[in-house]
């Protein structure tokens, strides 16, 4: 216990200094102009150049080993950087995916060759990734997917599609989950399998889905006779419903699932308390304290990965619980402004905008609310 102990203090000292690095970095880059703090920023903020500033420092790829372009850092202290980055509205974007989801899922799953070729790229800022999972006809019912690769000489031809693919106009590939065998209807988990695709590939077609705001973040993505060489097979053939879940515990449990609106919030706390008005401020308060409990289950969820436990209950209640605080910002924010005698300013008008016309795309990327709910009920009836 005593050097279990030492080891967490050791860590703590280490963390404080990361996060005092991260935090020099992100003033500088705002001083010189290199970005303004915006909610939503890990889907709308696309700036390739900052990317590879984040590569450059060995903040992408954080915890993967060395030879693979990682750092060999802890779970905890890639959540600092991503908490960070996250709080001040950075545009991470672009590698965001990749970073998340497709490194460990190829660490995990992945061939030595896959390896070799993706994640020193991803881990520089060069290489991004999205993720093919729902389709048009399937809704919310991941098992209900149609998109098909059948075998051929040397690889696989891939025909069907995907929707509410993020970021896939500018990914340059993107994991795709399909079936290789004919579905079962008494187990239709069974014959799934995931493929990287190449998205300039002859066949892919990526058509944009436009936010009410004109934002082009969404996309459909058709695959028509696209031909993926044996190699691009991730895991084991079958195995892709397992493999599937375990990457979606990555995507549900961080800190973006409850930080989109966060530069929202801490501007309104910042005006709030220079005016001195209690009753307004105490109106933020429950989303502060919720705020606190969300971070410290998120974390919780950081560590169990690094211990390689799939939490895929408390990963889906850290999304739900997450989105509806998300939510709740942008909703007090919209009534504060419209009701108070109280100027806000013209920064808080602009990140209040933005968390309301991205919100309800809140419910749609990693899982909406009713199957949430649904993983986490059969996931406590079963204990």
Known sequence: MKSLQLSVVQQSEQVKALRREIRNFIQTEQEIGAFEP????????????????????????????????????????????????????????????????????????????????????????????????????????????????????????????????????????????CRTSPM????????????????????????????????????EVIFEDVFLPDEMLVGKMGNGWKQGMAELSYE????????????????????????GDKLLISQLSPLVSQLWTLRNMSMGIAQMLEDEITPDVAAALVKDLGTQLEKRVAELARLLVSSSHKAFSPQIEKLMSEAILHSPGFTLRGGTTEILRMIVSKGVIAK
């Open 184 to 219: 079962n209807q008494e187990n239709r988990h069974d014959g799934m399998s995931q493929l990287i695709v190449d998205l300039t590939a002859p066949g892919v077609t990526v058509r944009p889905i436009y936010l009410m705001t004109g934002e082009h973040h969404f996309n």
């Open 252 to 275: 549900r449990s961080g800190p973006e699932r409850f930080l989109s609106t966060f530069p929202l919030l801490e501007e309104l706390v910042n005006a709030l308390q220079s005016t």
């Open 38 to 177: 915006q909610c939503d920023s890990w889907l709308s903020g696309y700036s390739p150049k900052f990317s590879r500033k984040l590569g450059e420092r060995g903040w992408i790829g954080m915890t993967w080993p060395k030879c693979y372009g990682g750092q060999e850092r802890s779970a905890i202290e890639r959540y600092v950087i991503t908490e960070e980055l996250l709080a001040a509205g950075s545009p991470v974007a672009a590698h965001w995916i990749a970073d998340r989801q497709t490194g460990p899922l190829l660490l995990r799953f992945g061939t030595e060759y896959q390896r070799e070729l993706f994640l020193p790229k991803i881990a520089r800022g060069e290489c991004y990734f999205a993720i093919g999972l729902s389709e048009p006809n399937a809704g919310s019912d991941l098992a209900a997917i149609n998109s098909k690769a059948t075998r051929v000489d040397n690889g696989w031809i891939l025909n069907g599609s995907k929707i509410w693919t993020s970021g896939a106009h500018y990914a340059h590939y993107m994991i795709t989950l």
